[in-house]
């Protein structure tokens, strides 16, 4: 039996899959393969899909019902005990695999284990995560899709939640396991190659930071004791204390100068949040 599960929903991004898939192999003793057909109508990605079914990898096709519904269709068909999420323009990279389901076998407890990325397309450079902070996933999603979890986490907590749009899901997923008391652990070297298109860096930015403060206002109140006022404010508070100085220059772009914040967000100068 497989001990990994690699869930990869596709939508119309079939060009990219000769690359994600260049180093795995459709099921081997370690992991599967699992293709989820969101619904793809582009001509390219239909052959594309069937090249890959021809080579042994398991394909699912559905209606379009968008990315937290294909990944919840993955992870019910998984057979392993661990889910590894994967999109369909990105790749994994350096053995995080077996890396990952080291620290998974030194601790039970442990639900979650993600790393740092390398940025490729239009940005380069690499995308250094940091440490399991509740406090700062409460302000904004800084962990991507691409992490390792256990499968009885989703048995246990249920599914991507297909109500949060525009990869929203994979906030309210983190979220979820979190105040449900699970352990995430951060692996501080690259584990999944992260693709950035060459659109409008600026046009992107805006577009999510107002996606954002949507998907921010349908988990408050999802989470109204977790993710109230009051909480919001004793953070703040502690990152002042932390470093006053830092605190105030960030809040000050934030407030005053949100382009050129925006800006150092787009060049990965800076990190979202405060």
Request: net charge positive; with cysteine; charged share 25%.
């Amino acid at each position: 039996m497989v001990n990994v599960s690699i869930i990869i929903p596709c939508y119309n991004h079939g060009k990219y899959l000769p690359e994600v898939l260049a180093n795995l192999e459709p099921s081997n003793s370690l992991y599967e393969v699992i293709i989820i057909n969101d619904g793809s109508t582009e001509a390219d990605t239909l052959q594309m899909l069937n090249v890959y079914k021809e080579k042994n990898f398991t394909i699912i096709d559905q209606v379009n019902q968008g990315l937290s519904a294909a990944r919840n269709t993955g992870i019910a068909k998984a057979k392993g005990g661990f889910v590894l999420l994967l999109d369909a323009d990105n790749s994994i990279v350096n053995r995080f695999i077996e890396k990952a389901l080291e620290i998974f076998d030194s601790d039970p407890q442990i639900a979650v284990v993600y790393s740092d990325a390398e940025y490729f397309g239009s940005r380069q450079g690499r995308w250094e995560v940091g440490d399991f902070n509740l406090q700062r996933l409460m302000i904004s999603n800084y962990i991507d899709a691409c992490a390792m979890v256990r499968k009885s986490t989703f048995t246990e907590l249920g599914g991507y939640d297909t109500e949060m749009k525009g990869g929203g899901g994979g906030w309210e997923m983190w979220l979820r396991i979190a105040f449900a008391g699970k352990k995430f652990r951060y692996i501080p070297e690259v584990g999944f190659r992260y693709r950035v298109y060459a659109q409008s860096m600026s046009g992107v930015m805006r577009r999510n930071y107002a996606n954002r403060n949507i998907l921010a206002r349908y988990l408050h109140h999802k989470y109204p004791d977790k993710l109230g006022h009051q909480h919001i404010t004793n953070f703040v508070k502690g990152r002042f204390r932390t470093n006053p100085i830092r605190f105030f220059v960030k809040l000050s772009l934030l407030t005053w100068f949100n382009k050129y914040y925006r800006k150092l967000l787009a060049e990965n100068k800076i990190i979202e949040g405060i």
